[in-house]
């Protein structure tokens, strides 16, 4: 809860700049690829998220402040389904494909480990994912 905190605040310090908040939520939005985002679970998680917000801040959360926030929270929402749209299968091809292509390599440059071993000792990747769990789940 506190990392989502975290990321709904990070939305809303950089809405002074649209470029910076569109980068923002579209990494976000790639990191939550395998989740299956909707148009009635983001209205159920940013209907929460609001509620949350305006029990804590009681009397001195204005209409217009919540309407702002239900605004971002959209947006962000629609971001995600978007991405995840246009882009899941996409980069299921290319692991898909890359596997493919790397298979047959058992030894690099003078011996060194295959294509597989450099990536599990590389560890997780930015996302979270490692190259080992990413074939799993493919």
């Known amino acids: 809860a506190l990392r989502m905190m975290r990321g ?28 299956d985002v909707t148009p009635p679970r983001v209205a159920l998680l940013r209907d929460a998220i609001v509620e949350t917000v305006y029990m804590e801040v009681g009397q001195e959360g204005s209409a217009a402040g919540r309407d702002a926030l239900k605004t971002l929270l959209n ?4 971001a995600f389904i978007y991405i995840r749209r246009n882009y899941a299968g996409r980069l299921k091809v290319l ?12 030894t690099g440059n003078g011996g060194g480990a295959d294509a597989e071993g450099e990536a599990q ?5 930015p996302g979270g994912v490692s190259d080992s769990r990413r074939q799993e789940k493919g």
């Open 95 to 106: 692991a898909s494909s890359w596997a493919t292509a790397n298979k047959g390599r058992s």
């Open 121 to 125: 000792e590389a560890g997780p990747r």
């Open 8 to 35: 709904v605040g990070s939305f809303v310090g950089s809405l002074h700049d649209p470029k910076e908040l569109r980068l923002l939520v579209e990494s976000v939005a790639f990191r939550h690829l395998d989740f």
């Open 75 to 78: 947006y962000a929402g629609g």
